[in-house]
């Protein structure tokens, strides 16, 4: 069975700080897609990455970044500089080996940036 | 860009009624998913359709059914509503290839 641990319940940091939202995840499958939402407080989820198992190089976007190792199956996600706009639960997730099945959720990592 | 659309995006219905949730997929999407997010937890899978088939099923109360119609539209359908239903429904979807799965905006249900 697939699994995805946020530990993180809650993190609060000040503006302009660097803060890194932890993913460890769980399966048999030798591929499979991992994936990173942004859920603001008007409710919808934003797709930030999707990131294929096969790919271990690590991704930047702008103030985001992606910490992909396989070897301890963690699919950590940094906010450089953060902004208020930041401010949401942030969920992890892992799909099936072609990435066209359902997904499994962390329990989500609620971040709050204080201006 | 076309979005994965859902309607309607609220909805408050008294415990026992009938409520129906309807997604329109991305166009050239084949599959469609629904999810369920009680508050305050991960959304949870209930059901998914490929080529207007179920494909999957997760947790889904029997009180609820879906379908794909054969515009690729989807319904999901919820009978003998009760409190605990009270929560955001997404459908998403995707393509015949890899990758490009999309939420739509989801439902919020409010069931009194």
């Known amino acids: 069975a697939q699994k995805v641990t946020q530990a993180q319940t809650e993190i609060s940091v000040v503006e302009k700080e660097d803060v890194t939202l932890d993913c460890v995840y769980e399966?048999?499958?030798?591929?499979?897609?991992l994936f990173w939402y942004k859920q603001p407080p008007s409710g919808e989820l934003v797709f930030l990455i999707r990131?294929?198992?096969?790919?271990?190089q690590n991704e930047i976007s702008g103030r985001y970044s992606w910490n992909f190792q396989k070897s301890t199956s963690s699919f950590n996600f940094t906010i450089t500089a953060s902004q208020v706009v930041d401010s949401a639960v942030y969920f992890c997730a892992l799909s099936d080996p072609f990435g066209n099945e359902k997904l499994t959720f962390g329990t989500g990592t609620r971040l709050t940036i204080i201006p | 860009a076309a979005g994965v659309i859902q309607s309607p995006r609220h909805l408050i219905k008294e415990k026992r009624e009938t409520a129906t949730l309807k997604c329109y997929p991305i166009p050239r999407h084949d599959t469609v998913y629904w999810y369920q997010q009680g508050p305050g937890q991960d959304p949870q899978f209930l059901i998914s359709?490929?080529?207007?088939?179920?494909?999957d099923k997760g947790s889904i109360p029997d009180r609820f059914s879906a379908q794909q119609f054969s515009d690729y539209h989807s319904e999901l359908n919820m009978s003998s509503l009760e409190l605990g239903d009270s929560a955001l429904y997404f459908c998403?979807?995707?393509?015949?290839?890899?990758?490009?799965?999309?939420f739509g905006s989801g439902t919020r249900l409010t069931v009194v």
């Open positions: 359709f490929y080529e207007k088939m179920q494909s």
């Open positions: 998403a979807s995707s393509p015949p290839t890899e990758g490009g799965y999309t």
């Open positions: 990131r294929n198992s096969f790919d271990e």
């Open positions: 399966t048999r499958d030798t591929t499979y897609y």
